[in-house]
Nanobody, 115 residues
Framework: QVQLVESGGGLVQAGGSLRLSCAASGSIFSINTMAWYRQTPGKQRELVATISSGGNSNYADSVKGRFTISRDNAQNTVYLQMNSLKPADTAVYYC?????????WGQGTQVTVSS
């Protein structure tokens, strides 16, 4: 059984920053890719950023230069540092981890950016 616990969401003014965390626990031997997605009502979940086990990262064009994904392999934790936040970044943010032969999702954390 694998569990993902997210934290760090909240309400922030435009231009502000937030840092999301997602800690994985349970029967984990190795984690391949870790990622953050976001979703707003009525829209499909979209990929925000990914990071490989070797530390290579990729970002959606909409967040490049503002968001940074990182991971702590010893703690099985992935982070998303979000700077220069915009109202368009308002969404529920989900973390996802990929392990050999399986994928797990976090419960989601709300990020609201006020103008």
């Amino acid at each position: 059984q694998v569990q993902l616990v997210e934290s760090g969401g909240g309400l922030v003014q435009a231009g502000g920053s937030l840092r999301l965390s997602c800690a994985a626990s349970g029967s984990i031997f190795s984690i391949n890719t870790m990622a953050w997605y976001r979703q707003t009502p009525g829209k499909q979940r979209e990929l925000v950023a990914t990071i490989s086990s070797g530390g290579n990262s990729n970002y959606a064009d909409s967040v490049k230069g503002r968001f940074t994904i990182s991971r702590d392999n010893a703690q099985n934790t992935v982070y998303l540092q979000m700077n220069s936040l915009k109202p368009a970044d308002t969404a529920v943010y989900y973390c996802k981890i990929t392990v050999p032969w399986d994928t797990y999702w976090g419960q989601g954390t709300q990020v609201t950016v006020s103008s």
